[in-house]
């Protein structure tokens, strides 16, 4: 497994084609949600891209878009993993790496995600406590949760 903490800046086509593929087809196929996933944060401000690669293949993703843009708080979003590896706790491995990095990149800042509201547990794991009423993303519901 090849983890890579790539800046906005410094994506490769075929790495952007990779990211946006994998959220493709996980958050408007497989969840059966058709509404836009390209939002235009991507490629903004200091923002990351945490992938995990095996073999050529993007198996997990999120992304870390810049504090100076969403009001001083780091946003992580976008986290997946392909369904071939599920069983392979890489969304644990991601978290572990994302949280190391902007403790590095963005340290004291508060971190907040759009968790989707099922998973809860997982996040909580990881410092989140839940922020405000769950709401409905895309017909999903969700609830923003914060590590301070």
């Known amino acids: 497994m090849n983890w890579v903490i790539t800046h906005q800046q410094d994506l490769s086509t075929s790495e952007l084609y990779a990211c946006l593929a994998l959220r493709t087809a996980v958050f408007v196929v497989e969840q059966n949600c058709p509404y836009q996933e390209v939002d235009g944060n991507d490629l903004t401000g200091d923002s990351y891209h945490l992938m995990a690669w095996e073999n050529g293949k993007l198996l997990a993703y999120l992304r870390i878009l810049d504090p100076a843009l969403n009001q001083g708080r780091v946003i992580i979003g976008r986290v997946v993993t392909d369904a071939s590896a599920r069983d392979r706790k890489l969304g644990h491995a991601m978290m572990e790496r994302a949280l190391a990095f902007i403790a590095e990149r963005f340290p004291c800042l508060p971190v907040k995600l759009g968790a989707q509201a099922h998973l809860q547990g997982f ?24 590590n301070k």
């Open 123 to 146: 996040y909580g794991r990881y410092g989140f406590v839940a922020e405000g009423e769950e709401y409905l993303e895309d017909g999903i519901p969700h609830i923003d949760m914060v």
